[in-house]
């Protein structure tokens, strides 16, 4: 969601119009009178912590959490950065996560605490190769973008690949987003490629296919609005997260207009998780929190409150109450967009002729 990695739901807000959760930077105020001791700092993408969750470990734990949001990686990192102290938790993606290990901004956790770590998919820590033992980050939510089609609008069957964008049946109303690393990854992936890969070659083949059979049929690149146009009609295809399509569309029309799928091949993906910062005050706290997340029946109502599919914690299915946007074994697939340092550059460089240059 910003120009690396951007979660929609802070980018844009709109699953809190279908969810109808109240700003979590107002919980724990009922609990303001207990001691400043037992106050757990929690810095959080918005809108990405239900309230009753904060409410129960406030109960449970005798203490109050107060919540700040950040609605990118880049906000978070550069706030940080800068000096701003007092924040126990944070909840960076992977390549942030990544580099605030390098960097020595994180502390690591006390396994002794991470009793729910054995809930955790193990493909999550196959994944997650910047720390896969879990030393820094437990992981919170990991998500892909993946593909809408109006299936009222289709006029025929399609292909369910990211070529699905070269499908004329679709042109002038699909969109793909305005994300660099998104776009040309899935067109890596598509190609058999790494969606990291900095191969010259492979990046080349990919903004070829991008620009001679994708773009033609595209009205633009949109990171943020292109939910609003699925649900008018304007767009039919649309490349982007599940939660801003669906939380914009009628829940009892979901079934007979969407068709939401993440292509086998994969993409690129993100992991957030939940990290301990260096200086935090309230260490012993700030892991209780982070194993707290994990019991089943606790991480099933984060999925239900967003409809997300149950990926990370597999236990937490049983609890769940709501359907899925999707099957999580749609992202068996995925890979981590990673960091890729310099070789950004080569990526910013092919990016101009995909989104500024004419056919």
């Keep these: 969601m910003k120009k690396s990695i951007t979660k929609i739901i802070a980018a844009t807000g709109v699953a809190v119009t279908f969810l109808g959760l109240a700003s979590c930077s107002k919980a724990g105020n009922s609990a303001s009178s207990k001691k400043t001791d037992r106050t757990l700092f929690l810095y959080n993408w918005t809108y990405y912590t239900p309230d009753e969750v904060l409410r129960d470990f406030e ?36 390549d942030y996560a990544s580099i605030m290990i390098k960097q020595g901004m994180l502390r690591e956790l006390d396994q002794s605490k991470m009793t729910n770590k054995g809930n955790i998919n193990p493909l999550v820590f196959e994944k997650a190769t910047y720390d896969p033992e879990m030393k820094y ?63 010259e070659e492979d990046l080349k083949s990919a903004t070829n296919l991008i620009n001679n059979a994708w773009k033609p049929n595209l009205v633009k ?100 109450t709501t359907t899925p946007m999707y099957e999580a074994n749609q992202m068996n697939n995925c890979e981590l967009k990673n960091d890729i340092g310099e070789d950004l550059d080569k990526y910013n460089e092919l990016w101009q002729t995909i989104r500024f240059e004419s056919n």
Excluded at 137 to 144: E, I, K, L, S, T
Excluded at 183 to 198: E, F, R, T, W
Excluded at 222 to 245: H, I, N, P, R, T
């Design 59 to 94: 109960k449970e734990f005798d203490c109050t959490v107060k919540v700040d949001n950040y609605a990118s990686n880049e906000e978070m990192y550069a706030k940080l950065r800068a000096g701003a102290k007092g924040y126990d938790i944070v909840v960076p993606s992977q």
């Design 137 to 199: 980050c437990v992981p919170y939510y990991f998500g892909a973008a993946g593909i809408a089609v109006n299936k009222t609008k289709a006029t025929r069957e399609y292909d369910r690949t990211w070529n699905i964008f070269a499908d004329t049946q679709f042109k002038g109303h699909a969109t793909m987003m305005d994300d660099m690393r998104e776009v040309i990854g899935d067109a890596l992936a598509y190609q058999g490629k790494s969606v990291n890969s900095v191969f």
């Design 221 to 320: 690149f949109d990171a943020e609005g292109f939910g609003k146009s699925f649900a008018s009609g304007d767009f039919w295809l649309c490349q982007g997260y599940a939660e801003v399509v669906f939380g914009e569309v009628p829940e009892e029309k979901w079934a007979e207009t969407i068709d939401f799928f993440i292509p086998e091949e994969g993409g690129p993906s993100y992991l957030d998780s939940m990290c301990i910062l260096k200086d935090a005050k309230h260490y012993e706290l700030a892991n209780e929190f982070v194993n707290y997340i994990h019991r089943p029946e606790v991480y099933a109502k984060f999925l239900d409150a967003f409809h997300f599919p149950c990926f990370v914690n597999l236990k937490a299915e049983q609890y769940m």
